[in-house]
């Protein structure tokens, strides 16, 4: 009797390891198939040429990122002519005017733009801020205040307008220059195109500027001295030919 009960107890106990070694087997297999599943899926991955983006950036063009508005008082323009410049007629002006500077993304070029994998970002480079328009408002330049004329020596006034128009805009070129406009355009520039690369891929973007080699205005910027006067470097004075 106690012999039977002996094989008895051992063959249930055989009995039940076989149900947990199946029951593991089961296990296993189940979780080598749904791991095979998974990595049969694809892997998705998004890739952004120089090209692709250099074609996404250049449509943008001449991208204005600045514009301020600038005004003058006191224009003082002084006219002396006549025999021995006996005439002396002088009229003080008002100038209001607006400057934009730029950067200009169709000179953007594959090879200005670089993807460091390491940090997962790309690395721009882009052409160096210029001034891109220059504009009077010309019904807020006029002239406020005048003096000397007689009826021996009347003042041209349109003449005296256009002389202060043209300092007008030379100065607020020249000024916004001086109080660093481009140096804004290039910073709103960065914002603008690290948000549209962004966007685009992705990624994030730094960007940098090239150095500026020299100052290139548009024909809005270098107008044409007001017909028919000169301005005589030397002697620092307009000259009526």
């Keep these: 009797m106690l012999l039977l009960l002996q094989i008895f107890s051992k063959i249930t106990t055989s009995l039940i390891m076989g149900v947990i070694l199946g029951a593991l087997m089961m296990v296993v297999v189940g979780s080598l198939f749904v791991l095979s599943r998974f990595s049969a899926a694809p892997p998705i991955a998004n890739v952004f040429s120089n090209q692709t983006i250099v074609q996404s950036i250049r449509p943008l063009g001449q991208l204005t990122s600045i514009r301020v508005q600038m005004a003058k008082a006191d224009i003082l323009v002084n ?3 006549g025999a021995v410049n006996v ?3 002088w009229a003080n ?3 209001q005017g607006t400057v934009e ?3 200009d993304l169709s000179r953007i070029r594959p090879e200005d733009i670089l993807f460091d994998s390491e940090d997962d970002l790309y690395r721009v480079m882009l052409p160096s ?6 504009s009077l408002d010309p019904v807020a330049t006029q002239q406020y205040t005048s003096g000397g004329m007689t009826p021996l020596c009347p003042a041209n006034t349109d003449e005296m307008r256009r002389l202060a128009s043209y300092n007008a805009l030379i100065e607020f070129r020249d000024d ?5 406009i481009l140096e804004q355009a290039e910073m709103q520039a960065s914002i603008v195109l690290s948000h549209f690369i962004r966007a ?3 990624r994030e973007a730094e960007i940098a500027f090239k150095p500026r080699e020299g100052l ?6 270098m107008p044409e001295p007001p017909s028919p006067w000169i301005f005589n470097e030397q002697e620092n004075r307009w000259i009526r030919r």
């Design 200 to 202: 685009l891929t992705g």
């Design 216 to 221: 290139v205005f548009p024909q809005s910027c």
């Design 101 to 103: 500077a730029g950067i």
């Design 87 to 89: 005439c002396n007629v």
């Design 129 to 134: 801020a210029q001034i891109t328009s220059c």
């Design 176 to 180: 916004a220059i001086e109080n660093g």
């Design 93 to 95: 002006h008002v100038a």
């Design 79 to 81: 006219l002396r002519y």
